[in-house]
């Protein structure tokens, strides 16, 4: 499975962004979105499971990023609005091609055998 993930770049707080992530290879069954900040580990960001369309997100991009996503694309977005400093990090795409996982486990970053290669999202102040 290859993945390709695109959107990043630099812009000020407050401002918007919109990743894309683009899977081709194998049928994926969720995808998610996992950001490194400086001197961080890797972060669940949000995720997204195709069967019953369930979403994710982690607390500190709620109400701010949404994931969203078209099945038959293999294409998962995530539209990142208020943009704080904090959220600097490299933002990686990942997939699982498992057809078992949960809902309560789409934030784990195990449960993903394919990632991309990150794009880099800078917030500045």
């Known amino acids: 499975v290859q993945l390709q993930a695109s959107g990043g770049g630099l812009v000020q707080a407050g401002t918007s962004l919109r990743l894309s992530c683009a899977a081709s290879?194998?049928?994926?069954?969720?995808m998610g979105w996992f950001r490194q900040g400086p001197g961080k580990e890797r972060e669940f960001v949000a995720g997204?499971?195709?069967?019953?369309?369930?979403?994710v997100h982690d607390d500190s991009v709620k109400g701010r990023f949404t994931i969203s996503g078209d099945k038959a694309k293999n294409t998962v977005y995530l539209q990142m609005n208020s943009l704080k400093p904090e959220d600097t990090a490299i933002y990686y795409c990942a997939g699982t091609t498992g057809s078992g996982i949960i809902v309560s486990s789409i934030r784990c970053a195990d449960q993903y055998d394919a990632w991309g290669q990150g794009t880099q999202v800078t917030v500045s102040s």
């Open positions: 290879g194998r049928t994926l069954y969720a």
């Open positions: 997204i499971r195709w069967r019953g369309l369930n979403k």
